[in-house]
């Protein structure tokens, strides 16, 4: 299969305040994204892939880093040319969103009304601001019209918000192992982890790039504790079992387990690149998230507003964001008489196998968008024939 | 239903070494107890319960505290006067395990190698350990067999280690809400939760004692996600949902939603009162456990050692130690041919169901406290027999 080879991001400054959802707003914001494939001649072949809690406008492709090492994209294995998001036949956007680590405007950039980090006064955000955002960003690129919006987790709750907020701007809507709002136990896990970053001397209240630390305890406890909900509990059980790591019991606090010595590698690793402030804000976002709630808990009415056609896809072992949660989505767009397509997976991965290699899930995603491209290049056909008459 | 009323802890000293698994010993010890009813003339009424975690040896009844609060027994709604395990009928034994907080030798008291604190010295002990400690004062208490041995949780391995380590020595086995082992997901979280207490700058490598500080933070997050473990999903939906303590979106890392209130509120409570060392002792007794492994991982040959009756019950929606784990003990008892008893109650309380109210429940272990006490009393009467004889 061909690859995207290496890739490049992108920035555009927005000079228009952004109003956010809890009332305050951004003054001055960049973006950062990157583009995959060519826009063509009527811009209806845009497709915009959103990123969860961990991951960044790189979708895919390489970066080349400086000590030569390759930086793969998170969905490298989904979009590319001849992938099941095919970039020979659609214009792919992955975008940054606001208050990331990762280039666009976030806790660690200057606030201009102070000329120090944002730091703790960066405004909480949440997924419909991120779509706002996004939305502008679509303006700037010319793109009225999304042949689909996609995404997973988190991804896919602001794919959902697209299709609400941008009822016209989105023809697709593609939600991921996601869910219409947290469950009670999704939000304490949250809160635990955020706990941990609050409560780390090292976090000064978020305003730690002043004191020159990071709060590196709290992030490593907060992310072994994601981590272990983005993996079931079989799969965990298949990986590493009980499997000792020197063959027998240590009697002491270090590492005894496999899968502790696993968990945390995981820990250590995300706290030396990923921003506390930013792990606080998308954790917020996350649990912020009910489109229903201002329908009064009633998700039918809720995505009334919804025009896109869906596909949903869940995986079977999803603990996190289990089937049942993709159900609901479903059942309310068809009380709606949406057109809704619909994949469980049976996959061992728990919420993980959303960024895996699954024939399966590959070929459902796969077809789903050759269904796209046919509407697509019917849809270009019929505007030529348009222009052309 | 009448009351233990006040109940006072007793306490006896060994000062023979207790030898203990990891190689390591005990010099000199104390094993702080309760007892309930009255030890009839063979001897052969006593039953032994076994406390899991963050529990003691006050099992039943209250005390008065100085601020004339009362502290009520941590399974006072199962033992007593007319309760499931009726204390008219029997003689039982609360202990309080070494490496305790409560009362019995733990890292709080001094070594008298050093005239210090344990701390991190004090050694890491193994559910075996307590059985072997558990034994010598059933010995001192001039018990030579339990009529039963019952615990919940980690009290349940303890309970089933008796009915390994000391087959004779126990009756009847009752293993609640119990696991032979723990699985892989069960260390992780173990893990994560010993990592948020080792990295709290508060924990000076366990010595924090001599600083004249505890590490709260990290105890608190221990506790934070040790407590989402003990209940359901469904059963923190129910009682927290969505809730919000102020009506709205707060827009910061403060209290949003009434589980984070929750959450936080027993993390706090618990860090005021339970010991940090303590909570790592434990959580790698709990990981350690697992009788099948010098059996090449086969439980039934690890279980052919048992002589007792067993009664097991596990709770449908407690994911911690799920109802398979305990059907795994009764098929493995089942293949020794053994006499098993199992309930699987359909409660709603996740794995502290065990410790609640539950109709059903309480009249299983009721009916089985029933048939050890006809038992019971055919034994006294025939050991009467024979001594009239």
Redesign the interface.
Known sequence: MKSLGVVSPQSMQFREPLKL????SIADYTLVYETYGELNADRSNAVLILHALNASHHVAGVYLKEDGSKSVGWWDNMVGPGKPVDTDRFFVIGVNNLGSCFGSTGPMHTNPATGKPYGADF??VTVEDWVHAQARLADALGITQFAAVMGGSLGGMQALAWSLLYPERLRHCLVIASTP?????N???N??A???I????DFHGGDYYAHGVVPK?GL??AR??GH?TY?S?DD??D????ELRSGQ?Q???GI??E??SY??YQ?DKFSEYFDANTY?LIT?AL??F?PA?SHGGDLSQALAAAQAQFLLVSFSTDWRFAPARSREIVQALVNNRRRVTYAEIDAPHGHDAFLLEDARYMATVRSYYDKIWRETALFAGAAESVVAA
Chains 1, 2 share one sequence.
Do not use: C, W
């Open positions: 959802t809890s009332g305050a405004p909480v709002k947290l469950s009670t136990q939000i304490a896990f809160d635990v955020r706990q941990a609050l409560t780390d001397p305890n490593r406890v072994m504790i272990i993996l509990d965990m059980a990986r590493f079992g009980r019991y009697f002491g606090f005894d387990f899968i502790e968990l945390r820990g606080l917020k649990d912020y009910d709630a």
